[in-house]
C-alpha cells in the first residue's frame, strides 16, 4: 500500500504499531509525539468519522471519564463526548499547553491538557494509550 495514496490510514496504522512496541528510553515522548499527530489527522481531515460517543461509552476503551478536570465552556465533564475531546486536546497541543505531571524530577506518569476555553484535563499515560487505541481502532474500521 503506497504511502502516498492512502497516507492517514498508514500513518494511523504504524503510529499505533509505535506506541504499541517502542519501550525505550523515551517512551513518554514517543506516546506524545504520536497522540499529537493523532490529534491533528483525525481532527483536521476526517472530523465526521470521529464518534460522539460519551465518556462514559470509552469507558469501556480503559479510558477514565475521572482524567478530566474541566470541560470548560460552562460545561460538566460528562456532556463532552469524544468528537469534542479529540478536539479540545487538540486545541491544547497546538497551543503548546501541555505540561507532563508530576513535573518534578520523578518519571512521567501522564500529561495535563489545558486549552483556552477552561478544559482542563490530566491524563495518566496508559489512558492515553487506551484513548489512541480505541480511537484509531474506530478510524481504521472506517
Known amino acids: 500500500m503506497s504511502y502516498f495514496n492512502n497516507f492517514e490510514q498508514l500513518f494511523m496504522r504504524r503510529s499505533l504499531e509505535l506506541i504499541d512496541t ?5 517512551e513518554t515522548t514517543q506516546l506524545l509525539n504520536a497522540f499529537i499527530g ?10 465526521d468519522l ?7 461509552d470509552i469507558e469501556a476503551w480503559g479510558f477514565s471519564q475521572n482524567c478530566i478536570i474541566n470541560a470548560g465552556a460552562h460545561k460538566v465533564p460528562q456532556e463532552i463526548n ?27 506518569e501522564g500529561f495535563c491538557f489545558m486549552d483556552r476555553n477552561g ?13 489512541m487505541r480505541g480511537l484509531l481502532a474506530h478510524l481504521l474500521e472506517q
Open 22 to 26: 517502542y519501550q525505550g528510553e523515551y
Open 50 to 56: 470521529i464518534p460522539e460517543k460519551t465518556l462514559q
Open 119 to 131: 478544559f482542563e484535563a490530566k491524563i495518566p499515560t496508559d489512558q492515553i494509550k487506551n484513548l
Open 82 to 108: 469524544l468528537r469534542e475531546l479529540v478536539r479540545r486536546l487538540r486545541n491544547s497541543v497546538a497551543h503548546c499547553r501541555v505540561d507532563p505531571f508530576p513535573n518534578d524530577h520523578r518519571s512521567c
Open 38 to 47: 493523532l490529534l491533528f489527522f483525525p481532527n483536521e481531515r476526517m472530523p
